[in-house]
């Protein structure tokens, strides 16, 4: 069984200041994980994914995010937020094979100037 | 990566009736997915459509409700039927690349009045 918690549902950020959105994972396997965001009235894109390689993971639009196995965590993280990233952000967790993706409940970003 | 193209992109139904959506990839791929995102919630995984046999379906979801067609590696089709309007959410399909990053099609917004 796999399941992810993201901890917080809205996040509130000034342009230009650190994002941190927070996500804890659960997998009875070897996981990837993922984030994908979702902008209004948008498709999902893929930000980035950890596949068990290098534990920091680097994506798109600056935001990276860190594997800590001992915390099992996969928190999201961009070191200036800008108005744009303005969306709605999903933790994702795969595994035991078949490629079958758990969603977490989603973190709405809010950017204000 | 993968382009994906849904149609309808969006359908108002009356309740009772059936709705098909049609998904279509640019490339063959083995795994494509269903899901379903009802208002304001997360993503649920409807089901695994399987080219040449039958699709797999998760717990709360029926072949009777919501089946699905995957006649090529290319194409599917997920009908809604026997609409009410518990049925009204956004569906999306879903494919895995040979890279294992999963994709989302734009998602067709069904309203059941």
């Known amino acids: 069984a796999q399941s992810v918690t993201q901890l917080d549902s809205h996040v509130s950020v000034s342009e230009g200041t650190p994002v941190l959105l927070r996500c804890n994972y659960s997998?009875?396997?070897?996981?990837?994980l993922f984030w994908y965001v979702q902008h209004p009235n948008k498709g999902l894109q893929l930000l980035l994914k950890?596949?068990?390689?290098?534990?920091l993971v680097k994506g798109i639009n600056g935001f990276e995010a860190e594997f800590k196995k001992s915390e099992t965590s996969f928190h999201l993280t961009k070191p200036s937020a800008h108005m744009s990233d303005a969306a709605e952000y999903f933790c994702?967790?795969?595994?035991?094979?078949?490629?079958?993706?758990?969603f977490g409940t989603g973190t709405q970003l809010k950017v204000e100037l | 990566s993968a382009v994906i193209s849904q149609k309808p992109s969006r359908d108002i139904c009356q309740r009772g009736t059936s709705l098909t959506i049609q998904c279509q990839v640019d490339?063959?791929?083995?795994?494509m997915f269903w899901y379903r995102q009802q208002p304001g919630q997360s993503l649920t995984l409807i089901a695994t459509?399987?080219?040449?046999?039958?699709?797999?379906?998760e717990s709360g979801f029926v072949i009777d409700k919501f089946p699905i067609s995957r006649p090529n590696l290319t194409f599917s089709t997920l009908t809604v039927s026997n609409m009410s309007p518990e049925d009204s959410s956004i569906y999306l399909c879903?494919?895995?690349?040979?890279?294992?990053?999963?994709?989302f099609g734009p998602g067709t917004r069904l309203t059941v009045t």
């Open positions: 879903s494919v895995v690349t040979s890279g294992y990053e999963q994709y």
């Open positions: 997998s009875s396997y070897s996981p990837s």
């Open positions: 950890y596949t068990s390689a290098a534990t």
């Open positions: 994702v967790v795969s595994g035991g094979g078949g490629n079958k993706l758990t």
């Open positions: 490339s063959q791929v083995t795994m």
């Open positions: 459509a399987n080219q040449g046999s039958e699709a797999t379906y």
